[in-house]
């Protein structure tokens, strides 16, 4: 049969300026240059970014439902705090709660497909250089959210990847700490759990999650 090639759609420039408007200032947050509890001036920031403030108000939407700012009435928005210990300590309880339950799920429940897209991010994430800022680490940080979130749809209950989502973990926990030198520690960890799934190997899955995130806990309470 012959293929008809198929036209490539170009975003209009009106998405791009918006999604490269939300990047830029998801980076200052990350990075904290724009300090938590800082109120933030829409028409400061347009003027900063050299763009008019629609695209940074749509951000401001964007940036709210990630949990990176807040608005408060009559102040506009302001940087979300960052999590304290105890924010952190109750987003790892709920991470236990769900998570070591969604892998032993998936090591019965996923696809092949699924299977070998965790082993893909898994490797990709070991070819990461390592670097201090949030321009650096995003990629690993994405693809950190991008493995749970997986994990939790191959454990066959969308409600557990919607609940993970909307914690937002990962975005806090990175936010607040990222050490350069956690990259081969977390791939060796994320290997034993793609593994066990791989293994369709339940209890195995379950307690490699568990341990992930136990660990990871524990490197970000040392950073303390
Ligand atoms: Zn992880």
């Known amino acids: 049969m012959a293929s008809v090639p198929v036209p490539r759609l170009t975003p209009p420039a009106r998405t791009m300026l918006r999604d490269t408007v939300y990047e830029s200032i998801r980076q200052m947050l990350m990075d904290h240059v724009l300090e938590p509890g800082a109120r933030l001036s829409i028409d400061g920031l347009a003027r900063e970014l050299r763009v008019s403030p629609t695209p940074v108000r749509e951000a401001m939407t964007k940036l709210e439902s990630d949990g990176l700012v807040a608005k408060r009435p009559h102040a506009g928005y302001v940087v979300a705090p960052l999590m304290d210990q105890v924010s952190l300590d109750n987003l790892v309880e709920i991470r236990l709660l769900l998570e070591p339950a969604a892998a032993r799920r998936a090591a019965g429940n996923a696809t092949e497909a699924q299977i070998t897209e965790m082993r893909a991010l898994v490797e990709t994430m070991t070819a990461y250089p390592a670097g201090e800022n949030y321009e650096h680490y995003r ?86």
């Open 139 to 224: 990629d690993f940080a994405v693809q950190d959210a991008r493995l749970h979130r997986l994990i939790a749809e191959a454990s066959g209950n969308p409600l557990i990847a919607d609940a993970l989502t909307r914690l937002h973990a990962h975005t806090h926990s990175y936010r607040r700490y990222f050490t350069v030198g956690i990259a081969a520690e977390t791939t060796r960890e994320h290997d034993q759990i793609v593994s066990s799934i791989a293994a369709h190997n339940a209890d195995a899955a379950e307690a490699a999650m568990i341990r992930h995130i136990t660990a990871s806990r524990d490197r970000q309470r040392e950073a303390y």
